[in-house]
Each structure stands twice: as C-alpha cells, then as structure tokens.
C-alpha cells in the first residue's frame, strides 16, 4: 500500500507585527464583485423604486435644514440589519466595512466612512413605522410573485422570437 503525502498549506515567511505595511497589503478590489454574492443577487430583484416611492409619501422630501440621508439606504439598512439579526452599531458597522452591503444599498463605489450615526437607528424606526414596513413587505412580495411569473413564461429563443419588420 502506498503512503500518500499529507497536502499542508504552503509555509510563508513570519513577519513581525512591528513591520507589517499597511499599504503593501493586497486587497481583492480590482477583480470587482463576485455575481454571485448573497448581497450582489438580491439587489436587482427588490423593487427599490416602489419602496422608495412609498417611503417618500410618507416621509415627503425637506426643503429646508439638513440634507435626508437617501430613502434607499434607510430601507436597505432596515433589510440588512434584519437579514443579519444585528443591533444598530454593527449594522453600521458592517455597511462601513463591507463592499458587498455597500452595492446592495445603492452605493456606486466603496466608501471607508460609516454612512450616519447608529443614534439615527431610532430616527429611522419611526419614519419607517409598522405599517410602511407591512406595506413594503407586501410590495417585495408581489414583486417576488411577479418575477416568478415571468421567469416561467420566457419567449422560446431562436430566428421567430425576436421583433418583426414591416
């Protein structure tokens, strides 16, 4: 019988923590986002634009005193901090730290800065309210429902499937 070698992981170089560079650490960044992340897949399939619509006549835009934070993130920080079973801090946390949670909020590029205070947790609660969130809930569902439906009913591809000229 043949002994077959053990597999151990390759060996590198110990490197104290004094002389460790910041800056010389490699991060994944330039690859982009990987499609098929848990943040990444769901994004497109909730129906930001109706949330955001039913947040806004609720909660109707200022003109006046300081700038809203964006009716997307507020909704998507709710999402994230339930997904997640997480308290108001680390929710913040975890949209400041996580590339992936940043895209599903809206964001068009990393940020390195926590997007507002965990304190406006309790702001954004009673903006929200138990009947908007059931509202919303209700409106993801059928959107849900409606993708299904749609999914299921795709064109055959080929030559006779696409628009006809006259």
Known sequence: MQKTPKRR???????SQSQLSFTGFETPFYNGLG?????????PQIPWDVLVNLFNKRNPPKNTGRPSLNPRVLIGTVIIKH?????DRETVAQITENMYVQYFLGYSSYIK???FDASLFVDIRKHLGKELVAE???KIHEFSKAGTVKKKIK???GPSS???ST
């Open 9 to 15: 992981a390759p060996r590198s170089e110990y490197t």
């Open 35 to 43: 499609p098929s992340n848990r943040w990444v897949v769901p994004s």
């Open 83 to 87: 997904m997640l079973n997480l308290d």
């Open 113 to 115: 800065r926590p997007p």
């Open 136 to 138: 919303m809930n209700d």
């Open 155 to 157: 064109p055959p591809k």
């Open 162 to 164: 696409g628009p006809r």
